[in-house]
């Protein structure tokens, strides 16, 4: 039997060069499996990935449990120990996937946290003046808001995957898949602005957004500017960049806009993860009908 150690550095070279997942990613795979085999190790004895059982899989999931770990987190980690196996069983490694008949926990469900229309309206009001002070900071919260796109979307956007002419930008998500995402009226002028302020910046980045220094955005840059912007114009419980996320695809729907189209601006992989804002709209619709007399 071979050690897992040499069957996971395969595992995540798959992950880079054939998935080209994220180093961010990679490492979070690497940490859940890590974990994994080193409580396989220390409460079995066991090091090799054919010795694996789903009784050893299920030893380790009750014990992430008792140590108060979140359904949630659990599932993640059970996801990337099927996505391990599953990988093995492709390469002839194993022959069974020990953990495919694991299911993962219940978890209630959570609604996404979204920014009222009214907040949204007042923001982007405040952001037209905002843009003599950092039309860096405009620009980047406009781009959230008005396209959907993830932080690290937005990140590692390009100038030549901007086009003003056309008012699209082409980003590429998870798994470096690539989608078109159209540009408001609004967000077209935004950027002008910013590009003709970055044409004066010296910088050797292709990044369309650059900090003052002409060095490209790094997350918690973007984290700081949404929040500071939030904690400004919403009462939103979260103020992260994802919250814009959400309001994006949450304002879009309760204007009538189809799940399915959002999901695609979105560029989510399946349906089911663009239904909970379906979910949150009809929570929407609850707490406004509340407001009838006979209600």
Request: aromatic content about 10%; overall charge positive; hydrophobic content about 40%.
């Amino acid at each position: 039997m071979v050690a897992a150690a040499v069957h996971l550095d395969e595992f995540f070279n798959y992950l880079r060069f054939q998935k080209s997942y994220s180093q961010h990613t990679v490492a979070a795979y690497s940490r859940d499996l890590n974990q994994y085999f080193s409580f396989q190790t220390s409460s079995f004895s066991e090091e090799s990935v054919e010795s694996t059982s789903s009784d050893f899989i299920r030893s380790w999931v009750v014990e992430l449990v008792e140590s108060g770990m979140k359904p949630a987190s659990v599932n993640r980690k059970l996801s990337t120990l099927k996505s391990f196996f599953k990988f093995l069983r492709k390469t002839n490694v194993v022959k069974d996937n020990p953990a495919s008949g694991i299911r993962n926990l219940k978890q209630p469900q959570r609604l996404p946290v979204y920014v009222r229309k009214s907040e949204a309206d007042q923001m982007f009001d405040g952001l037209v003046q905002a843009q003599e002070e950092s039309v860096l900071e405009s620009a980047v919260m406009t781009v959230l808001y008005t396209t959907g796109i993830r932080r690290s979307e937005l990140i590692d956007l390009k100038l030549k995957n901007v086009d003003l002419e056309s008012a699209t930008i082409k980003v590429f998500g998870k798994g470096k898949k690539e989608r078109i995402v159209p540009l408001g009226v609004e967000a077209v002028g935004v950027l002008k602005k910013y590009l003709a302020e970055r044409q004066s910046i010296e910088s050797e980045s292709d990044a369309f957004f650059v900090r003052p220094n002409g060095k490209q955005l790094y997350p918690k840059w973007v984290y700081n500017c949404v929040n500071k912007m939030l904690t400004i114009y919403s009462n939103s419980e979260k103020k992260s960049p994802h919250v814009l996320r959400h309001s994006f695809a949450t304002h879009l729907l309760q204007n009538g806009a189809e799940i399915a189209a959002i999901k695609e601006l979105l560029g989510h992989a399946s349906l089911a993860s663009t239904q909970i804002y379906a979910q949150s709209d009809i929570a929407h619709l609850k707490r406004v009908h509340k407001l009838h007399p006979k209600s």
